[in-house]
């Protein structure tokens, strides 16, 4: 069965880095598109960042456009989001997405 796997989260200072991945399995990886979303406490689950399937398109939400990088490796099966400039209100549980399947997310803190 389809499988997604967060890893990556944690607590980072205003200003830093974070990288998360996401180990895809049960599906053929380089034949989807993949997502990234949140949800921060109190708010609706945002979409964060897309990626085509060959990785040759890639489209952001305007408020991490600049800082966050998505891309994906297909011989690995794993889907990336590269994390810059973090700030406060980046603080949420970000999910890996692919159609109707969902990861368990992974928690990201930004706070000093």
């Known amino acids: 069965q389809v499988q997604l796997v967060e890893s990556g989260g944690g607590l980072v200072q205003p200003g830093g880095s974070r990288r998360l991945s996401c180990a895809a399995s049960g599906f053929a990886f380089r034949w989807y598109a993949m997502n990234w979303y949140r949800q921060a406490p109190g708010k609706e689950r945002e979409l964060v960042a897309s990626?085509?399937?060959?990785?040759?398109?890639?489209n952001y939400a305007d408020s991490v456009k600049g800082r966050f990088t998505i891309s994906r490796d297909n011989a690995k099966n794993t889907l990336y989001l590269e994390m810059n400039s973090l700030k406060p209100e980046d603080t949420a549980v970000y999910y890996c997405?692919?159609?109707?399947?969902w990861g368990q997310g992974t928690q990201v803190t930004v706070s000093s």
């Open positions: 990626i085509t399937s060959a990785g040759a398109m890639t």
């Open positions: 997405n692919r159609d109707v399947y």
